[in-house]
T-cell receptor
C-alpha cells in the first residue's frame, strides 16, 4: 500500500485482557519496527524485524509482549494480560533494508482500564 | 543509553513568526532526523541530516547537523497555522544497533492565527 496501515486505531481493554495490534507495512519494505509512545513522550523502540526474522526484541517491556511477522509482511504485536501501564500509542514503522529513515503508521492507541 | 534533549518543550508563537528549536545529546550521532507529529497521527519525516555541518532545507524548514555531532537545530520561517504539532529529533543508536532510533521528548508548537 501507499503507507503503513495499523489497526485498530483505538482499543480499550480491561486489565488482564489480551490484545493484538496489526501492522501492514509499505509493500517491499524489508524492515519493520514497533515503537511505544507514552503520553507526552517520544516514541521508544520495542522490536525490529528484517523480513520474517525478529532481529531485536530488546525493547519489549516484559514477556507479556510478543511480536511476529510470519510471512515477512504483516506484523502483529500481542500484549497478554494487559496492565494499566501498557496504555500508550503503539506505532509501527517500515523502511527499506539498511535504511534508518522510517515511515510510521498512524498508531494504535491502547487504553487499559 | 543515548538520550536526546529537546528545547524548548513548548512554544507559542504568532502566525508569520520564525521558530527555532534544538536538540542536544551527550553522545555523538552520525545521522539526525527531524519528525513532525500531528495529533492522532504517526511521526512524519521532515528532514534527514547525514554529515556534520550539513545545512538542509525543505520549504520553510531548515535544519543543521552540528559540527560536534552532538546537536542539531530546526528552524521554521514564516510560520503558518498548519505548522502546529510536535517536533521530534531522532537519531540512530551507535554501534551495531543503528537501526534503532532514539527520540527526544519533542517540542510542542502552537501557532496563533
Amino acid at each position: 500500500g501507499a503507507g503503513v496501515s495499523q489497526s485498530p486505531r483505538y482499543k480499550v481493554a480491561k486489565r488482564g485482557q489480551d490484545v493484538a495490534l496489526r501492522c501492514d507495512p509499505i509493500s517491499g519494505h524489508v524492515s519493520l519496527f514497533w515503537y511505544q509512545q507514552a503520553l507526552g513522550q517520544g516514541p521508544e523502540f520495542l522490536t525490529y524485524f528484517q523480513n520474517e526474522a525478529q532481529l531485536d526484541k530488546s525493547g519489549l517491556p516484559s514477556d507479556r509482549f510478543f511480536a511476529e511477522r510470519p510471512e515477512g509482511s504483516v506484523s502483529t504485536l500481542k500484549i497478554q494480560r494487559t496492565q494499566q501501564e501498557d496504555s500508550a500509542v503503539y506505532l509501527c514503522a517500515s523502511s527499506l533494508a539498511g535504511a534508518n529513515v522510517l515511515t510510521f503508521g498512524a498508531g494504535s492507541r491502547l487504553t487499559v482500564l | 543509553g543515548q538520550q536526546l534533549n529537546q528545547s524548548p518543550q513548548s512554544m507559542f508563537i504568532q502566525e508569520g513568526e520564525d521558530v527555532s528549536m534544538n536538540c542536544t545529546s551527550s553522545s555523538i550521532f552520525n545521522t539526525w532526523l527531524w519528525y513532525k507529529q500531528d495529533p492522532g497521527e504517526g511521526p512524519v519525516l521532515l528532514i534527514a541530516l547525514y554529515k556534520a555541518g550539513e545545512l538542509t532545507s525543505n520549504g520553510r524548514l531548515t535544519a543543521q547537523f552540528g559540527i560536534t555531532r552532538k546537536d542539531s537545530f530546526l528552524n521554521i520561517s514564516a510560520s503558518i497555522p498548519s505548522d502546529v504539532g510536535i517536533y521530534f529529533c531522532a537519531g540512530p543508536n551507535s554501534g551495531g544497533s543503528n537501526y534503532k532510533l532514539t527520540f527526544g521528548k519533542g517540542t510542542l508548537l502552537t501557532v496563533n492565527p
